[in-house]
């Protein structure tokens, strides 16, 4: 088997983007009393991650939720933003870089969040519940991918080749 080291890049985007299956759920009021968004009101959903199974999922780490909104017209803000989450859920960021962080319940129209456990097994699915606020009538899509690295140790297994043997005879 004969592997290109400078394609190891490009293999981990392809990866994340058909292996790492990211899902939203419709957001819902968090009121009890309402069942329909309205403005000033706040919304719930959770955004989750499944990493692919056996045989072709592989273990990652630094996992990074790169959550956005924007409204149908593609402007951002005007109908809803995102709420930062607690600190509880996890870590909050400006940036891919998670250099800038982000106040909990302050809004946004995008953000990066980092989970306490930042790595997906194989197989392994990972939750994050956040909220936003409703600004205006209107419609918004909420989107969402994440930015992980592979974990070398599960890409490339420290492995032993195949023991040989040869007898002797000693007289």
Known sequence: MSIVLHDIPAAVREYLDDLVIVKITAVVPTDPDQNVLTTDQVGAFTVSAFNGGVPNGVRVINVLYHVA??????????????????LAVGETFADQEATRPLKPGTRHTDYFVRLPDTDLGQGDTSELPLTLICLDDGDAKISCHVHADVDRDALFPNSESHSTGQGLTVL
Do not use: F, R
Not at 69 to 86: E, F, N, Q
């Open 69 to 86: 909104i924007a409204d149908a017209a593609g402007t951002k803000g005007v109908v809803a933003k995102l709420l930062v989450p607690d």
